[in-house]
């Protein structure tokens, strides 16, 4: 089992930059696919990207592919998201999610565990 927390949401204006991590608990970290989802009000769970075990393989949305990049350090236990250029349209909030194997995926469901979330605001 493995506990997500996530943190480094915040207001920033359009065109700016957040790096946001997700610390996990857990000595099997490494055994866990990763993922970053977002929530904007009134829409439904996005995908963003997710990246397998060892951080060899890495799959983005269509959406901020250009802008975003995942990572992670299994020795620190924790996954990033390096967001650049930032629009008003990726205000949301930000999930990391944890799949248990080493491949990656897009697919919300095959995730089964998540933390709570980080709010990220863009102004224009």
């Known amino acids: 089992q493995v506990q997500l927390v996530e943190s480094g949401g915040g207001l920033v204006q359009a065109g700016g930059s957040l790096r946001l991590s997700c610390a996990a608990s857990g000595r099997t970290f490494s055994s866990y696919a990763m993922g970053w989802f977002r929530q904007a009000p009134g829409k439904g769970q996005e995908f963003l990207a997710t990246?397998?075990?060892?951080?060899?393989?890495?799959y983005y949305a269509d959406s901020v592919k250009a802008r975003f990049t995942i990572s992670r350090d299994n020795a620190k236990n924790t996954v990033y998201l390096q967001m650049n250029s930032l629009k008003p349209e990726d205000t949301a909030v930000y999930y990391c999610a944890a799949q248990w194997g080493y491949g990656t995926s897009s697919v919300a469901a095959t995730y089964g565990y998540w933390g709570p979330g980080t709010q990220v605001t863009v102004s224009s």
């Open positions: 990246i397998n075990w060892i951080g060899s393989s890495t």
